[in-house]
């Protein structure tokens, strides 16, 4: 089965981000991408950035939630999108 790619303002669209904010993500090796004329992204690549980032997402805020009940303040709950 061939591999979907996606154009940078596709990307950008589903990331609801700019089309900036996406290549910052290529530029600094977070995202994988193809430039082939214009800035491609294969569908697995940007799979596995939200799967990479949704990680890192939930151990800052658990890490975050941990410093502030041992001071005492109240545990904050974030909303998943």
Do not use: C, P
Request: zero cysteines.
């Amino acid at each position: 089965m061939k591999e979907k790619f996606l154009k940078l303002k596709e990307v950008a669209e589903i990331l609801r981000v700019s089309e900036r904010s996406v290549f910052r993500y290529i530029y600094d090796g977070r995202l994988k991408a193809s430039k082939v004329g214009y800035w491609r992204i294969a569908q697995s690549d940007l799979q596995n950035f939200l799967e990479i980032t949704s990680r890192h997402s939930r151990r800052t805020a658990r890490d975050s939630s941990n410093k502030k009940q041992k001071g005492g303040m109240h545990n904050i709950k974030l909303n998943k999108f």
